[in-house]
């Protein structure tokens, strides 16, 4: 089946630094890549929708210059947390809609744990 | 009103119970509904997949959506500790659209 890999899977940084996120899709390829957020004990939330190749669309209230999202192929989708704030802590999960779409749901990564101290 | 309603729990059984989930929505464009599981600091596992409205059953499994009412419904029948997770669902409009979540609720099975 299709597999998104994601990394990291946890990590910790200092307020005021940047972190990078990757997706990748394994086996298939990714013509969009929704980027999902999610605090304790709520749902997942829409950040940002990208097309390869094109600008991602942000979701309201989520800042484009703080969530830098870059979508260059049809395998990999990036999201860097710029300027992070404790604030940010969260766990982030990217989703890949399969470009020969047979698929009944989208694939999710396995999630990234982000800390920011 | 949010878009999706699903309430928290948590929804404690004792193993071989039948459990129901449900999940109400206002978006009348939606026309493609899931069910996932998610493990605590993992990524969602799609479960069930319906289109428009009706049932599906896959083992223990089965999926409901009734459109009329804006209301999906997720069965697991002989409950298993194993089953013990948080179960969202997930809606979405046309191809490309994203899938937009409910809140979760937190199941537990005990044997």
């Known amino acids: 089946g299709a597999v998104v890999s994601q990394h990291p899977s946890w990590v910790i940084c200092k307020s005021g630094t940047s972190v990078k996120i990757e997706c990748r899709s394994l086996?298939?390829?990714?013509?969009?890549m929704f980027w999902y957020r999610q605090f304790p004990k709520q749902s997942l939330m829409l950040m940002a929708t990208s097309n390869e190749g094109s600008k991602a669309t942000y979701e309201q209230g989520v800042e484009k210059d703080k969530f830098l999202i870059n979508h260059a192929s049809l395998t990999l989708s990036t999201l860097t947390v710029t300027s992070a704030h404790p604030e940010d802590s969260s766990f982030y999960i990217c989703?890949?809609?399969?470009?020969?779409?047979?698929?009944?749901?989208?694939?999710f990564g396995s999630g990234t744990r982000l800390t920011v101290v | 009103q949010k878009e999706v309603e699903q309430d928290p729990g948590p929804l404690s059984v004792p193993e071989g119970a039948i459990v129901s989930l449900n999940c109400t929505y206002s978006?009348?464009?939606?026309?493609?509904f899931m069910w996932y599981r998610q493990y605590s600091r993992k990524g969602p596992e799609l479960l069930m997949y319906t289109y428009s409205s009706g049932n599906k059953e896959d083992g223990r499994f089965t999926a409901q959506v009734d459109k009329s009412s804006k209301y999906i419904s997720l069965f697991i029948r002989d409950s298993q500790p194993s089953d013990s997770a948080t179960y969202l669902c997930a809606m979405r409009g046309q191809a490309g659209t994203a899938l937009i979540f409910g809140k979760g609720t937190t199941l537990s099975v005990s044997s």
């Open positions: 978006n009348s464009a939606f026309q493609y």
């Open positions: 989703s890949a809609r399969d470009k020969d779409f047979h698929r009944s749901g989208y694939t």
């Open positions: 086996d298939f390829q990714a013509t969009t």
